[in-house]
């Protein structure tokens, strides 16, 4: 008799995990172990929390802040303005969440979205000690692939692109103020590439145990169940 496939619940984190490593990525979603993870920095988790309520300040009052309102590739946007559907989509527990006909699921929590005509334009804030660099959102694409894949199955129109609002600490001033320079990076996206990722994922899950990673000093530790 043929086994019955499992349901899986992904995110944007769980797939990176399969791309850093299979063996460690099909462990952990079929309960067999967790790779051990190293403390996460407090200062990200709350610079996120106080753009966000910045963020919130000025779509309250109908307009985007300077430092998008300033740049000229966000000509004729706004924020959006649902604030009861945005705050469950910046849910970590919850977000924009999808269901295939399988009964699998894939979800994750945005920072907060733009509105272009009819059109929605993820936005995500990144906190870096330096500017950023030509490839420093390709560590990033997986994730605004997989909003923009997800907005669409939720029947949102979105653009073919996202952004990417970096935070770069210039200077401390004598009051002690920190002073951050902001830089707004486009970057194109593919829904398509989201899909494939998602569907690879549960054909790897759905398959025995891969074989040992010999550039992961986690997964040659556990034996598959």
């Given amino acids: ?71 000229k ?16 989509w910046r849910n970590n527990f919850r977000g924009i ?10 979800h994750g929590a945005v920072d907060n979205i733009l509105v272009k005509g009819k059109k929605l334009i993820v936005l995500d804030y990144k906190t870096r000690g330096f500017p950023a660099k030509e490839n420093t959102y390709e560590s990033s694409q997986n994730q605004l692939n997989i909003y923009n894949f997800l907005l669409r199955k939720l029947d949102y129109e979105t653009e073919d692109f996202a952004f990417l609002l970096f935070y770069v600490p210039r200077e401390v001033l004598k009051t002690g103020e920190v002073v951050f320079d902001t830089q707004l990076v486009k970057v194109n996206t593919s829904a398509e590439n989201a899909e494939k990722l998602f569907i690879k994922a549960l054909k790897l899950l759905n398959s ?18």
């Fill in 73 to 88: 590739e966000c000509n004729g946007c706004k924020l959006f303005d649902d604030k009861e559907l945005l705050s469950e």
């Fill in 1 to 71: 008799m043929e086994k019955e496939a499992r349901t899986f619940k992904l995110s944007p984190s769980s797939l990176n995990l399969m791309n850093d490593c299979e063996r460690c990525f099909w462990l952990d979603k079929n309960d067999v172990w967790k790779r051990p993870t190293s403390g996460f920095p407090t200062l990200p988790s709350g610079m996120d929390r106080i753009l966000k309520l910045h963020f919130d300040r000025f779509r309250d009052q109908g307009i985007l802040p300077p430092e998008l309102r300033e740049n």
């Fill in 208 to 225: 025995p145990c891969p074989k040992i990673n010999p550039e992961c000093e986690w997964c040659k530790l556990v034996k598959c169940a």
């Fill in 97 to 106: 969440v999808w269901h295939d006909k399988e009964g699998n699921i894939l």
